[in-house]
């Protein structure tokens, strides 16, 4: 079974740095999306990025970027330019390319932006 | 386009009593899926559907039935609610045809408490 594990709760960064989170997947399956969803205190589900696995380059949205290493399994965010309304919590999630499109969500990290 | 919207947007239950949750979604989606998102645990899929007439168990499916008896609608019944119900419930729906990306809606949330 695919599991998705986020190791870290809590991240905090100051304004216009940058902050990476992490995550980490378990599959047998070759081809399957990655993504990373925003979930602000409105609670709604925001896609920020999403990565394919057959791709080798790294996706890229503006001031977010994915470091996606498919051997070791593992799919950091990076936001550059932290902005207050970076503020929220960061689900990583897992879906395979055929099937059903279920989604398998890590447990989140909430991220503070500091003035 | 409404997108995907889900009713009601807060309950509060009594042990032991019974409620359906509505999702209901425009975009003729074939795929509808039910999540509910505890703290610390991530969103977890409790029941799915490929189309309409058909449905499915995911992670966390005890507790909780469905039906689709229409395409545009995904109905989640709680016949004798539990406290362990309490939760925020997500809707989510995406276009279903295989081995194509389809971008996931999601709609804002339930938050349901169980006294």
């Known amino acids: 079974a695919q599991t998705v594990t986020q190791s870290q709760p809590e991240m905090s960064v100051q304004e216009a740095e940058t902050v990476t989170l992490s995550c980490t997947y378990d599959?047998?399956?070759?081809?399957?999306?990655l993504f990373w969803y925003k979930q602000p205190p409105s609670r709604q589900m925001i896609l920020v990025i999403r990565?394919?696995?057959?791709?080798?380059q790294n996706a890229t949205e503006n001031r977010f970027s994915v470091n996606f290493q498919k051997a070791a399994k593992s799919f950091s965010l990076k936001i550059s330019d932290s902005q207050l309304g970076d503020a929220a919590m960061y689900f990583c999630?897992?879906?395979?390319?055929?099937?059903?499109?279920?989604?398998?969500f890590g447990t989140g990290t909430r991220l503070q932006v500091f003035p | 386009n409404a997108g995907v919207t889900q009713t009601p947007k807060f309950r509060v239950l009594k042990t032991g009593q019974s409620m359906t949750l509505l999702c209901a979604q425009d975009?003729?989606?074939?795929?509808m899926y039910w999540y509910r998102q505890d703290p610390g645990m991530g969103l977890r899929l409790i029941h799915y559907?490929?189309?309409?007439?058909?449905?499915a168990k995911g992670e966390v499916p005890d507790g909780y039935n469905v039906s689709r008896l229409k395409k545009q609608n995904f109905l989640l019944g709680l016949e004798s609610a539990a406290p362990s119900q309490t939760s925020v419930y997500f809707c989510?729906?995406?276009?279903?045809?295989?081995?194509?990306?389809?971008?996931?809606?999601f709609g804002p949330g339930t938050r349901l408490t169980v006294l």
């Open positions: 989510d729906s995406s276009r279903g045809l295989d081995r194509i990306y389809n971008e996931q809606f």
């Open positions: 975009m003729n989606h074939e795929y």
């Open positions: 999630a897992y879906r395979l390319d055929r099937g059903t499109d279920k989604l398998i």
């Open positions: 559907s490929v189309g309409e007439g058909t449905t």
């Open positions: 599959t047998s399956e070759s081809d399957y999306y």
């Open positions: 990565q394919e696995a057959y791709k080798q």
